[in-house]
């Protein structure tokens, strides 16, 4: 087995191991609320239908393509920092970090214009829609707000990696807090891209 | 009259005073060449070298310290409804005060101590020295873990002291009622969803740990079964934990945002929310039970002068009742309004899930059969466990049966059976390892014939307050209400007295313990003749277990 010094102990493996149980552990928590929407859907097939078709497609597929795009900034970087390339790993978190930030802006927007509408939990023209669409629009905002939580929870997550990355601490022999960073991101946009055809597509 | 948030504040003072036995324990310890783990100075003095430590030894002490404080609340809180149900009609306290205090119990006992508990304590104590490591895999995530645990239990706690009421929910959370009611539900909610990213952590570290950490030569199957246990128990608080976690999290959201998941005015289900609840919670009495089973199966083959019958198919059946145990829950709502498929898959696979506990039992029994048993305070607890833990489970397989459920669903019925296997298993077990390692981490021996009187009241007292309450549920007395009707005296008296006897044990036991720890004798570092790794260190163990990795052959 491996060294067991606790003092300067480094074993990529076993980091990578804990960050992939702690994604069970995240997949699970949202598994949940998967297994809420099912049974919501079941139930009420015809209301969210009709519910969905108010929300934007074009901003949830840009949003879409926002994550997709920065998914594959976070690995590039992974790659460019074992290629001993500092500049470019912090140019390629940087661009992560901004499209993360657009998306954000972006679900601003969209909620912000939701809640114009008077579309949200416990508001009167909601609640005259009846019950699959008060449903859905709680189970809309409760997910996509936990997902953008984790949004903002990778935002410091990257930040942090970007200043390690500018110091040294992480280089081309110690990367792995890069790796679970990266493994972090794109949890969240795994579930995105189940969050959306399941909110914006099925209508 | 009690008023139990004067308890409360007993709490503090009980907790506060732990530590300070502890700091005044350390003054009269020995030491060998290596300072020990109890005198070795970090760069923290006082306190902060327990509250900051990242000694893996330290922290299961804290958690001890922390756990044992909790627990003599909440055993005075089941005392009081003891008191209360020992007359029909109001004894101490009103209807909705017993409401509060079965609430606070059950949150307490469940939440604070045998979710953490056996895990939390012995197995940051002696995991990474079993396994012949010198920490946990992440010793900084694991003080984490136990900061986690001390804000959540405050925050759970914090609903006795706000304005409004007290959470009367139970410990269950209940939709519809537990976003209705007017008490201050909120904390108790969000302090449970803190404790479980606590025990989310700890299962992971221990993961990792076993993983990457054993010691040279230590094959999977060359561990011992107190680490298996753990094993199973880590992977079901990683996977079941965060579905709990959300729960909660949707009825903060219905009592906070007004989303309706469970409420049925908004088009939820309130069934589904029992579904969600159990998918946890069923899981967790196995995060309970499993490493109780560990601990059970270290004494008995000490005590027996033995290797264990069939290592494997104990190996084998913990993984089995750790992954079967998954698909249970449903029978915690069988009256609750389910398909007859359901119905039957859920009871055919609770019987199920009794087999691989039946082979533990013979394992243990075939372990003392023809073994030169050696009669001490550990084995006095193991061999008592399994007493119990059979009774336990054998009326849970009462309770499996559909017809008999829907006659014993919600009596005291039910409440003995879970007593039987969460505070009989459990805490027996909890008992057999405290008194099986003390020497070990404390350097010091306890008085023994002290402790084997605080066993054998706590024993009796035990069976004496729960054995009348299988009666009691079969005769028809509906769990939690303070009140019955006239033909249930007797049993009751019975039971209130096996408390109060109970609680002496107890009070034997820990006081003979602290009194020990301070003024015992000097341990030898293998009193037992174990065989496992921490028997081959000093007592108490120096601060990173071992001078030199052992390899192991």
């Not at chain 1, 409760?142 to 410091?156: K, V």
């Not at chain 2, 060998?32 to 760069?43: D, I």
């Not at chain 2, 299962?203 to 561990?223: C, D, E, S």
């Not at chain 2, 029978?331 to 009871?347: D, I, N, P, V």
Request: hydrophobic share 55%; no cysteine.
């Amino acid at each position: 087995m491996t060294e067991n010094n606790t003092h300067d102990h480094y074993d990529h493996e076993g980091s990578k191991l804990g960050m992939w149980l702690f994604i069970f552990t995240e997949l699970l928590f949202f598994g949940g609320l998967f297994i809420v929407y099912a049974v919501m859907r079941y139930k009420n097939g015809t209301a969210f239908g009709l519910a969905a078709e108010e929300l934007d497609v074009s901003i949830g597929a840009i949003n879409t393509v926002i994550l997709l795009v920065s998914s594959a900034t976070i690995a590039m970087s992974i790659s460019s920092i074992q290629l001993k390339k500092t500049k470019l790993t912090l140019i390629l978190l940087a661009t992560t970090l901004i499209l993360a930030i657009v998306f954000l802006v972006n679900k601003y927007f969209e909620w912000g214009a939701k809640i114009e509408h008077g579309l949200y939990p416990g508001s009167e023209s909601l609640e005259q829609l009846g019950h699959g669409e008060v449903l859905f629009f709680g189970l809309y905002y409760f997910m996509t707000g936990l997902h953008a939580l984790h949004i903002i929870i990778g935002i410091i997550f990257i930040a942090v990696m970007m200043v390690k990355v500018k110091n040294g601490k992480l280089n081309v022999n110690r990367f792995v807090q890069l790796e679970n960073a990266g493994l972090y991101w794109h949890l969240v946009d795994v579930i995105w891209i189940f969050l959306f055809p399941l909110f914006y597509l099925i209508a | 009259m009690i008023s139990y948030e004067f308890i409360h504040k007993f709490s503090d003072v009980i907790f506060v005073g732990l530590f300070f036995v502890n700091n005044k324990l350390l003054k009269t310890m020995s030491n060998s060449s290596l300072p020990n783990y109890l005198e070795y100075k970090g760069k923290y003095k006082g306190i902060f070298a327990w509250i900051f430590s990242t000694d893996h030894k330290r922290i299961g002490l804290l958690y001890l310290y922390s756990i044992m404080g909790f627990f003599i609340v909440g055993a005075i809180l089941g005392l009081l409804m003891k008191f209360e149900l020992i007359a029909p009609g109001k004894t101490i306290m009103e209807a909705k005060s017993y409401n509060a205090v079965f609430t606070l119990h059950g949150i307490t006992m469940i939440f604070l101590i045998v979710v953490p508990g056996i895990p939390a304590i012995f197995g940051n104590f002696f995991l990474p020295i079993l396994i012949g490591a010198k920490d946990v895999f992440y010793p900084k995530l694991n003080l984490l873990s136990w900061w986690l645990y001390i804000i959540g239990a405050a925050v759970a706690i914090s609903s006795q002291f706000m304005n409004g009421a007290s959470p009367d929910t139970g410990w269950t959370f209940y939709a519809p009622y537990s976003f209705r009611t007017q008490s201050n539900v909120l904390p108790a909610l969000i302090g449970a969803f803190i404790l479980g990213f606590s025990s989310i952590l700890t299962g992971l570290n221990f993961i990792v740990t076993m993983h990457r950490m054993r010691a040279p030569g230590m094959k999977w199957l060359k561990m011992p079964i107190f680490p298996w246990t753990l094993y199973g128990t880590a992977w079901i608080q990683l996977l079941a934990t965060p579905v709990v976690g959300i729960t909660l999290l949707m009825v903060v959201a219905e009592r906070v945002l007004n989303i309706g998941f469970f409420d049925p005015a908004l088009g939820g289900d309130p069934v589904l929310y029992q579904h969600l609840f159990w998918i946890y919670s069923h899981p967790a009495v196995y995060i309970m039970i499993l490493p109780a089973m560990g601990i059970i199966s270290e004494v008995i083959p000490t005590f027996a002068r033995k290797a264990i019958f069939g290592y494997k198919a104990v190996v084998i059946s913990t993984l089995l009742i750790a992954f079967v145990g998954y698909f249970v829950w449903g029978h915690h709502m069988f009256t609750a309004g389910m398909s007859g498929t359901s119905l039957f898959a859920f009871s055919f696979l609770t019987f199920l899930v009794a087999i691989p506990s039946a082979i533990k039992i013979f394992n243990w029994m075939a372990t003392l059969y023809k073994g030169s048993i050696l009669l001490r305070t550990p084995m006095y607890w193991a061999v008592s466990f399994l007493f119990v833990f059979m009774i336990g489970g054998l009326s849970g397989m009462v309770l499996g049966a559909l017809s008999i459920n829907v006659h014993l669903h919600d009596t005291a019925f039910v409440v003995s059976h879970f007593h039987f296997i969460v505070f009989g298993g459990v805490g027996f077990a909890f008992f057999a390892g405290i008194h099986y390692w003390f020497p070990k981490i404390y350097g010091k021996m306890y008085d023994a014939a002290w402790a084997d009187t605080g066993w054998i009241v706590f024993f009796f007292g035990f069976l004496l307050l729960y054995t009348p309450m299988f009666y009691l549920g079969i005769a028809g007395m509906p769990r939690r209400y303070y009140d019955y009707v006239p033909e249930f005296h007797f049993a009751n008296i019975l039971s209130s007295f096996g408390a109060f006897i109970m609680i002496a044990g107890l009070a034997i036991i820990i006081i003979n313990l602290f009194r020990s720890a301070k003024r015992g004798k000097k341990a030898e570092s293998n009193p037992w003749a174990g065989k496992t790794l921490e028997w081959t260190i000093g007592s108490p163990p120096i601060v990173e277990n071992f001078e030199e990795i052992p390899e192991i052959k």
